[in-house]
């Protein structure tokens, strides 16, 4: 920016200086003013027709008194009438521009000092962050989408009129339009040397402070739209999370995923253990809630992707790639071949070519690879982790299991991190993450295990007054840190050592997993969509991710078994309805003096979804499924402390 030595006052005077003495816009007749500028400007003045002046703060008198907001708002209004007056209009209808500020960066930046090219004619629209008049020259910053470059001003060149508007009625916050040529200053600045320049939009409400910007954060997330203006880095976060979200769909749709879309407004929330958020379909005259998962719907369309050929002989589907049989991401080698009334399996013996596509007339709809990238809703907390909307994807394979949904899971990660940063190599509040290298596999048990000492694994549903002990003495072994009354609570109220061994885990180790780590096998009392473990029916075939402290992703091998989904669901219920009754009995007991919310949130109905059950009892085939926080994973990219940071609207209080 250019900079003029034999001025010393600081900047923010400069700045505010054309609203001093009272802040007068240039001179104009009252009579030409529209009702509404005039009693705008009449309010401000504290003297409105026809009505005493309402009180006012006591403002010292004299030119340097600070003007409000209000009083700027007020003459910014006056300005854009003074525009409409002399056949000006202050919110253009659109602007052709020759380039961007960045692109005019570049293709001057070997202009020299103190150098001027004529012949470089450029059209350039923006937002006005600076603005600086020195005697018969101005000075503004203008910044667009791609970066900033200087508008230079100077009387001679632009003609008396047109240079009058820029001391008179430019403000910082307006987006004008500006034509000239290309100059680079003595100082090295490169500008644009105005030849004509247009009002594009006038900015009525002044834009925050230059030197403090929005300071408070509750603010900053409430007008989101002044905070992508004023505060460095908030776009450059969307940016990120725009490309995380297309790299994600590129490497899926890459590896034959079909991108779907599932319903918002379900008849029963399934598919997490959450509150759900209720409405009302009027016309139906029934009670809908919005969903609090993908999951169960997802599964439907792995179901619905087996059925009858629609004609011809037969359809043989293979793999997008090669067939490799020691690939849990590809097809196994074998291929089905459907016909219209009988199925059979073909395997593929050795390195035989395989069987020809059949015509496209003769293929089966098939939808073995799905995902959905969704907003999901649950009627939950608020912290810096948690909203209660956000945003997932989530996706089923057919024919693979958790361990190829790890695989898999860590070549999206590495494939978002390559998209937004150019690494796998990432630093996360300080600390440096490694995406590159294969991440750490341990199971819940083990990890306890570190933490307590106390294997777990040893303790059958029998034994669950002996885990609870166990539990409570390493809890209060010399050195642990004393556990919080509420973990104490969960502990003793335990009923299996499976649920001991998660309250364990989430309270002592979930946050020291700084590193990528698949946290395996959860016990099958907290896994009720989950397959159990092949080698231990305790145990589920599911994965946790965690990274820098969180959870990042949750992986089962899917339960297809109908009749043990139908009981887990059903244990599922009872289980909550137990403590919708536990705690409505506390509540009682309490009786008004009880805190509100100081119990378990769990006074809402969950109901069985028996058409979910039905279309298991049609076959899902084996299926591994993932779901991931995109919010989460963009926080992690982008070195965002809070989910509020990555989400362009979050909801406040």
Known sequence: MQHCTSLLPCLRVQIMRPFMSLCRPPPMPRATLCPRVVAVQARAKGTEAGAPAPPRKPTAPGPDRTPSEEDIRSVRIGKAQALRDAGLEPYAYSFDRSASAAQLQAAHAELPAGQEDREARVSIAGRITLRRVLGKLAFARLNDESGAIQ?????????????????????????????????????????????????????????????????????????????????????????????????????????????????????????????????????????????????????????????????????????????????????????????????????LLGSAPPPPLAPPSCQVGGLERVFEVGRIFRNEGVSSRHNPEFTSVELYQAYTDYHGMMELTEELIRACAQAVTGS????????????????????????????????????????????????????????????????????????????????????????????????????????????????????????????????????????NDPLEQRARFEAQLASHAAARDAAAAAAAAAGPSATPGAGPDVDYEVALDEDFLSALEVGLPPTGGMGMGIDRLVMLLTDSPSIRDVIAFPLMK
């Open 151 to 347: 508008l230079y001003f100077d009387k001679g060149t632009l003609g008396q009129p047109a240079f009058a508007r820029v001391k008179d009625v430019l403000d910082i916050g307006d987006i004008v339009g500006a034509e000239g040529h290309m100059k680079r200053t003595d100082k090295g600045e490169l500008s644009v040397v105005v030849t004509s320049w247009t009002m594009l939009t006038k900015a009525i409400q002044p834009l925050p402070d230059k030197w403090h910007g929005l300071a408070d954060v509750e603010a900053r997330y409430r007008r989101r739209y002044v905070d992508m203006i004023v505060t460095p880095g908030v776009t450059d976060t969307l940016r990120a999370r725009s490309k995380t979200i297309s790299a994600l769909r590129r490497a899926l749709e890459d590896r034959g995923f079909l991108e779907v879309e599932t319903p918002v407004l379900e008849t029963a929330a399934g598919g997490a253990d959450a509150r759900p958020f209720l409405t009302y379909h009027n016309v139906m005259q029934r009670q809908l809630s919005l969903r609090i998962a993908t999951e169960l719907h997802l599964k439907r369309l792995v179901v619905s992707g087996w059925g009858w050929g629609v004609g011809g002989v037969g359809t043989v589907h293979e793999a997008d790639r090669p067939l490799d049989p020691q690939s849990r991401l590809g097809y196994k080698a074998e291929v089905v071949i459907t016909c219209s009334r009988v199925s059979s399996l073909v395997r």
């Open 424 to 559: 796998a190599a990432i630093t996360y509040q300080d600390t440096a993450i490694d995406l590159g290298a294969p991440f750490r596999r341990a199971t819940m048990h083990s990890l306890v295990q570190e933490a307590t000492g106390v294997d777990f694994g040893g303790f059958s549903t029998a034994d669950t007054a002996a885990a609870i002990e166990a539990a409570q003495a390493a809890l209060a072994a010399p050195g642990a840190a004393a556990p919080s009354p509420e973990l104490a609570t969960a502990i003793a109220a335990a009923t299996s050592p499976g649920l001991v061994v998660n309250l364990l885990f989430e309270a002592l180790v979930e946050s020291t997993l700084e590193q990528p780590t698949f946290v395996l096998d959860h016990p099958v009392e907290v896994s009720p969509l989950a397959k159990r473990h092949r080698d231990n029916p305790a145990l589920t075939e599911r994965f946790e991710l965690y990274v820098a402290g969180r959870e990042l992703a949750n992986s089962f091998t899917e339960l």
